[in-house]
């Protein structure tokens, strides 16, 4: 049997003009049919999975939206979290701190989508456990119900950014960020380095040496990260060197732990559908116009059919990338499958 992709045909623009009308009623509608929230005991918390935008950019998923879904959680009595990670890469989202700024400044403020902030990594993202050699961010262990909330758009090393890219990225420790994007252990940059030893004495493995006059990470290195977040400098960096195709592998990889004995809904917004994903610092132009919103319990179908809306003008875009890739992993690993029957609303 075919996976089920509900579908919302709209754009951003009409539905804010509509009060949300259309939306709430899409939202009744899959919640209905999935029987969703009926499965969840109640006062159970669940988090809501979503990225709040890079700073000094404005694609990404408006929190009038988020809003609507977190007072259907609400209703059924269940606590909703709006949950997210620390980036691998420097800037604000590095650290809980600066991320919980900038989330404000973008509008997912208590008053406004009525759900409290949690970062699951803890304050510089280096809190997680392992599952399989996977770093997942600690906090998850105690969320076992999730709706992943995913502002679809374009990616330039996996093509495209969708519900799986959202959880198996987003609910990753910056350790697993690290084995997700590099096939080498980082290295320290002698021109940014002051010789401080932070992180010598953070690194929980003996890693960090001083040889021949400066620090250096040696192959005992585990990748967890951490020395990352602890040079004052900046200076430990990062070789981004996993092909596309092993980052696509390692994000189906990623999801299919952090879905494991999770239940979980997925929403794709194809809004404001631009060519780089929400990481990306500045707001772009869209290539194309405004689909609308797809849901389905299978993120492998609901990325499909997604990806199936955009493909044309996406892969005139990235013409050497692959994005096919992570659907073919994800669905080898038996997270869902690529055949779908869209299910207009
Ligand atoms: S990534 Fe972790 S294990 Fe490797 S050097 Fe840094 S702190 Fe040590
Ligand atoms: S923490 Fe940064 S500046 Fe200090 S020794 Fe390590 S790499 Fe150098």
Redesign the pocket.
Known sequence: MKSLVYFLSSSAKDLLNENLEPFLSFLNLVFKETRFLELIPYHRRIGIKLHFGEAGRNNYLKPEFVHQVVLHTGRKGLQPFLIETATLYRGMRQEAKSHFVLAQEHGFTLPKVLAPILFLDGKVGNSYYEIDGKKISQGLKRISFLINLTHFKGHFVTGFGGALKNIGMGLAAKGGKLQMHSVSIPH??PS?????????K?CPRGA?IFKNGR?LINSVCIGCAG?LT???????GINWDATPEELGEKIAEYAQVVLKDRLTLHFNFLFDITQNCDCFPKTEEPFMEDVGILASYDPVALDQASYDMVKPKLKSLYPHLKPERILQKAEELGIGQREYQLCPV
Request: glycine content about 4%; overall charge neutral; charged content about 10%.
């Open positions: 320290i940059e940014r380095c002051n010789a401080c030893g932070l992180c010598a953070y960090v620090y020395c602890i040079c004052p400098h900046q200076a430990i």
